[in-house]
């Protein structure tokens, strides 16, 4: 375990903490998840230096394509952005102004513009995504951060992160903004691994989601609710069932139990054949029928998961209150 006493929490800044979880990054280093005393946060520790992130985003993490994935899974994950495109274009009035903030390839967005005409914006790090989405048409992309992208007070009818909170380094800071940049009617949509989950529960520092130092905290449904009423949000809805995500975090989590090394599917899946060269053709031949067999089961345990409030991931949207 790191020496705790150097813990700093990724939400609040807390400096006590109890140790949860050990496990290990992509590299092999080992890190400790544990609970902040403060806020109630599970927060990676040691904090990640800038160079360590640095290094962790680099051109293997966003895949050595031209998308991040390959063939039929792209085609999946499409699929999926287009169903979520639909659902969140309910209630958008004509002309609404969405910001998508850490949007990617703009494949989110890109498909938002089939379902109405709305001014599209998005917010990606300079780097192999970034380019992808600075090559979609419609949509008004700024390269750096968030908070360095000057948007108007009051001018988003909808904001959203999908899976962008837990890798933000100043959080608090962003909420404020996204609430200074919400219409007063405005909604927050954010979805990120559910450290409450079954999942986290049973494989531990092997979860897939857990992916240190990329993810510098999770925050408990109980504890979530309380920090988005302090920053001025009212939680309205949640869903937890992911065809998207929980499956195959089901699956990989499974195989980081099986392998020596940590999510090696999965980065062959973006075509990073440089990770983990011990496991060859063979060897990810049948981590892939492993996955194909374990599918449908997989699929099943998420819809249990999620009907009993434990699922792998959470998606909340959210109301601008007017008054904290």
Known sequence: MPDLPAFVCGYCRGTHCRPHFACTDLSGQAWSWCVCSHCGAVALAPRPTSEQLAAAYNVS???????????????FVDRCRRARARRLARGLPDGAAVLDVGCGNGGFLAELSQQGRYRLHGTELDGPAGRRAASRAGISLHLGEVAGAAFPEASFDLVTLFHVFE???????????????????????????????????WFRGHWFHFDPPRHLFFLPPATFTRAMDAAGFTVVAQRQFSIEQNPFGFIQSALNVLLSERDVL????????????????????????????????????DLLESGLGCGATVEYTLHKRSHR
């Open 167 to 201: 890798h933000l380094t100043e959080p608090r800071q962003t909420l404020e903004l996204v609430r200074r940049i919400l219409k007063p009617d405005g909604r927050l949509v954010m979805s990120f691994p559910n450290i409450a989950s079954l999942q986290a529960r």
């Open 61 to 75: 993490y966003y895949g050595t394509a031209t998308s991040k994935f390959r063939g039929a899974i792209e085609q």
């Open 266 to 301: 999965y980065e062959r899946l973006k075509g990073n054949a440089a990770y983990a060269p011990r496991y060859g053709r063979g060897s990810v031949w049948l981590q892939k029928a492993f996955a194909a067999a374990c599918l449908p089961g997989a699929v099943a345990l």
